[in-house]
């Protein structure tokens, strides 16, 4: 007979198996997720500790590591471009497109349909910078650079709906798939609104995206892969 400790591992092990066939199985269209879903601003993260100008609050430092051979970073530009300032971090994917970003380092615009992050993260990455709107009662436009508090799959509700996973869940189950590189980063703007219907960020986000562009080849500089 199977004891306790055991039979939490059998468990563990089958939603395991079933996360991976149902991101495996899962194709999700850019534009549809998009129309789907409502606002999604991320909250709850850790307190931040240090104030700079513009701006722009840092909570650690990144750790210069040699450039490694065939190396991937992604970078994941997340938001809804329905939502007003919930499109943030897209704007941002797009403004680091234009800055010529290395080979090692892959721009996504993941939008709000997550389980697409987790398909990238499949195929192996080194390192993940997520861009976002973030709501943590700071000044609008603030900028902040953490690394994000990622919890556990808990249970089979866990992985109810993942055709329509936000970045939040897609980062628990890249998890659970042991998929989640082990440098991960959030480079976040404090939102003004991120509910209401209409393309275009607030003239404060507006003027954030560039100080974000710029955390974020200052994250990619510190992983070891130059981006001026």
């Given amino acids: 007979m199977l004891d306790r400790q055991e039979l939490g591992r059998e ?3 089958s939603m395991r198996q079933r996360l991976e066939r149902l991101v495996e199985t899962t194709d999700v269209g850019q534009d549809d997720a998009e129309v789907v879903a409502g606002g999604r601003v991320l909250d709850g993260v ?11 609050q840092l909570c650690d430092r990144v750790e210069h590591v040699p450039i490694l051979p065939d190396m ?12 007003g300032d919930d499109g943030f971090g897209v704007a941002v994917a797009d403004r680091l ?48 650079v953490q690394r994000p508090e990622i919890r556990e799959i808990e249970g089979p509700d866990d992985l109810a709906s993942v055709h329509y996973a936000t970045p939040e869940r897609a980062l628990m189950f890249a998890r659970g798939l042991e998929i989640l590189p082990a440098s991960v980063w959030l480079v976040g703007c404090q939102v003004v609104d991120a509910e209401s219907i ?3 960020l607030s003239a404060k986000l507006a003027g954030a995206v560039e100080a974000a562009a710029a ?7 510190g992983l070891g892969v130059p981006w001026i």
């Fill in 198 to 200: 209409g393309h275009g």
């Fill in 97 to 144: 497109l234009e800055q010529k970003p290395p080979t090692e380092v892959e721009i996504l615009d993941v939008g709000i349909g997550g389980i697409h992050l987790v398909q990238e993260l499949l195929a192996g990455a080194d390192a993940l910078v997520v861009v976002d709107a973030v709501d943590l009662g700071r000044a609008p436009g603030t900028v902040v």
């Fill in 46 to 56: 850790a307190r931040l500790v240090v104030t700079g100008n513009p701006l722009l």
């Fill in 11 to 13: 468990e563990l092990r």
């Fill in 72 to 83: 991937r970073i992604i970078v994941a530009g997340v938001g809804n471009v329905l939502r």
């Fill in 215 to 221: 955390e974020v080849r200052r994250l990619v500089t």
